[in-house]
């Protein structure tokens, strides 16, 4: 069983910055990967960025935030973290944390991420 806490989101103007943390309990060895989702209000749910869980730590993001999103992993305390640089009003979003992989996966209870124009 993992358990993921996310935190840091907020209401920020646009141009601003956050930083969202996730915490896992629990071993996450076994996944391929730990990263964010998002979903704005009537949309899907899509990928933001993640990080590879094995040894080489490759880490994806999604076009729309490239350039501007960075996520990165703290091994030693099992956390990856987004530092979410020039939001936008498009950014609005609740996030979500998650493992993933051929296992499984597992989701946070998501923050909410608030960009006013």
């Known amino acids: 069983q993992v358990q993921l806490v996310e935190s840091g989101g907020g209401l920020v103007q646009a141009g601003g910055s956050l930083r969202l943390s996730c915490a896992a309990s629990g071993s996450i060895s076994r996944f391929n990967a730990m990263g964010w989702n998002r979903q704005a209000p009537g949309k899907q749910r899509e990928l933001v960025a993640f990080?590879?869980?094995?040894?080489?730590?490759?880490?994806t993001y999604a076009d729309s935030v490239k350039g501007r999103f960075t996520i990165s992993r703290d091994n030693t305390k099992n956390t990856v973290y987004l530092q979410m640089n020039s939001l936008r009003p498009e950014d609005k979003a609740v996030y979500y944390c998650?493992?993933?992989?051929?296992?499984?996966?597992?989701w946070g209870q998501g923050t909410q991420v608030t960009v006013s124009s």
């Open positions: 990080v590879s869980i094995s040894s080489d730590r490759s880490k």
């Open positions: 998650g493992v993933w992989g051929s296992t499984g996966a597992y």
